[in-house]
Nanobody
Framework: QVQLVESGGGSVQTRGSLRLSCAAS????????MGWHRQAPGKQRELVAT???????NYADSIKGRFTISRDNAKNTVYLQMNSLKFEDTAVYYC?????????WGKGTLVTVSS
């Protein structure tokens, strides 16, 4: 069973920065795709960014140029560097990992952006 634990959320003003981390445990092998999704109040969960073991990345259009996803395979950890934050980035951010074709999710970390 893979466990994902996010950290790094919090409150920040617009145009500020935050860095989220997600550490995976419960596996002896490197996980496949890792990524971040988010869910704003009253909205559906949406993809933010994903990264493969080889480092190929995919970003939602709304955050391109502002967010950067990275990972440390040795630590089974994925990061999300968020810069130039906007009010509309306010959401609960969830870590996701794919391991043997099964999706695993973290419990989420809240990011609040205010003016």
């Amino acid at each position: 069973q893979v466990q994902l634990v996010e950290s790094g959320g919090g409150s920040v003003q617009t145009r500020g920065s935050l860095r989220l981390s997600c550490a995976a445990s419960g596996t002896d092998f490197s996980i496949g795709i890792m990524g971040w999704h988010r869910q704003a109040p009253g909205k559906q969960r949406e993809l933010v960014a994903t990264i493969t073991r080889g480092g190929s990345t995919n970003y939602a259009d709304s955050i391109k140029g502002r967010f950067t996803i990275s990972r440390d395979n040795a630590k089974n950890t994925v990061y999300l560097q968020m810069n130039s934050l906007k009010f509309e980035d306010t959401a609960v951010y969830y870590c996701r990992a794919v391991y043997y074709n099964t999706d695993y999710w973290g419990k989420g970390t809240l990011v609040t952006v205010s003016s």
